[in-house]
């Protein structure tokens, strides 16, 4: 049979592709700035109370953009479903969508916005330097005239207080779903101790305290997160169940636990860098110990988790040859370390713990 395309055939076949994804995706930006510039301006926050005009808003972010665009902008996003909306234009009053209102007004407990105003402030910029990471294997964000690699970049972005806590922020809201997640499907009950390296503020090990009365925490991290995570811990009333530890994980001992976690470390190394972390919690686990990583593991055959795929290139932006990577990747390096087995526990949306056991 000839299966060469006729002129007719393909004519036939264009007539049914439509550019619609690709414009998506291509133009997708125009719908994140417009969403990550409401955030910026704590919009939800400010809908929290109840529905506000486009003119109120427009005062109270004291905006001199004409009101057409104060419209279109607000429009956008009742078009995307992050407003709803009563009336039209000058008759108009806005709120919160449901999601929106539980999870991006900064006055309510679930607010998770931190790492949309970290998109906002620091990745969308570096993200403009994809083409050039991808061409030169280099790091883009503020260390890009000093790139070390494997999250070298901290010690220069903490510099910066707001930018710590920024940081800090964005990683609580990025990991809130998956850490509850995880205190409610992981067995807990055989550990008596855990060890979050790289634990950012603590809030794993609070999670985890909050959701199982037996378990001591520790979470180590470098030395100017302590204050903030001290002032988090005590917060939650778990002063006396979490310790900070500061430290180094490449240069330090890490104290011992039954179980050790990584929530998005892993992904910020090399391949050398992954081993030698692995080598050191292989040493630190007693016989029956359980090492877990959270992040975003991609699917074996590559195909379906793209956030995932996208963490790794924001991993190429934030530290050059850092990479996400698959459970089947999890397994030969573990395995090498000396583990026995692994599994995946599937956590929120894109992300999952991969566990291994020794
Ligand atoms: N060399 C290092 N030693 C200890 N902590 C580090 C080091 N380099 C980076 N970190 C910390 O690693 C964390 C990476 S971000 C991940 C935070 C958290 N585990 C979560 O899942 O949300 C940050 O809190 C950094 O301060």
Redesign the pocket.
């Known amino acids: 049979m000839n299966t060469e395309l006729t002129a007719e055939k393909t004519t036939q076949l264009k007539g049914q592709l439509t550019p619609s994804k690709i414009m998506q995706v291509g133009m997708g930006f125009w719908a994140s700035k417009a969403l990550l510039s409401a955030v910026h301006f704590e919009l939800f926050t400010l809908l929290g109370p109840g529905p506000l005009s486009a003119h109120d808003i427009q005062e109270k972010l004291s905006s001199k953009a004409s009101i057409r665009h104060i419209y279109d902008w607000l429009d956008t996003l009742v078009s995307l479903g992050f407003l709803e909306r009563k009336g039209l234009l000058d008759q108009a009053v806005y709120s919160n969508a449901e999601d929106t209102d539980f999870f991006l007004d900064m006055k309510k407990p679930g607010y998770m916005g931190g790492i949309l105003e970290m998109a906002n402030n620091r990745l969308y910029k570096h993200w403009m330097n994809l083409d050039e990471a991808l061409l030169t294997g280099q790091q883009q964000n503020e260390s890009k005239d000093d790139p070390h690699g494997?999250?070298?970049f901290?010690?220069k972005l903490?510099q910066d207080p707001g930018k710590l806590q920024e940081?800090?922020n964005?990683?609580?809201g990025?990991?809130t779903g998956?850490?509850i997640a995880l205190s409610n499907k992981f067995n807990f009950d055989n550990y008596s101790s855990l060890l979050?390296?790289?634990?950012?503020?603590g809030?794993?090990s609070i999670q985890v305290c909050l959701h199982h009365t037996d378990i001591q925490c520790t979470t180590?991290?470098?030395p100017?997160?302590e204050p903030l995570a001290k002032k988090k811990i005590e917060s939650y009333g778990l002063k006396d169940r979490i310790q900070f530890m500061p430290?180094?994980?490449?240069?330090?001992e890490l104290p011992k636990a039954d179980i050790i976690?990584?929530?998005?470390?892993l992904h910020?190394m090399n391949e050398e860098g992954k081993l030698q972390l692995l080598d050191k919690v292989f040493k630190t686990l007693p016989d029956g110990g359980v090492f877990m990583t959270?992040?975003n593991i991609i699917d074996n055959e590559r195909r379906q988790n793209t956030f995932g795929l996208l963490m790794s290139l924001n991993m190429l932006i934030e530290n050059g040859d850092a990479f996400d990577y698959t459970l089947d990747d999890f397994k030969n390096w573990t395995s090498r370390a000396g583990f026995k087995r692994v599994e995946l526990l599937p956590l929120s949306g894109p992300t999952s713990a991969a566990i291994a056991y020794k």
Request: proline share 2%; glycine share 12%.
């Open positions: 494997n999250m070298d901290f010690s903490y940081f800090m964005a990683m609580s990025i990991q998956n850490f979050d390296v790289g634990g950012a503020d809030w794993l180590f991290d470098l100017p997160i430290g180094d994980f490449f240069k330090d976690v990584m929530g998005n470390i910020g959270v992040e």
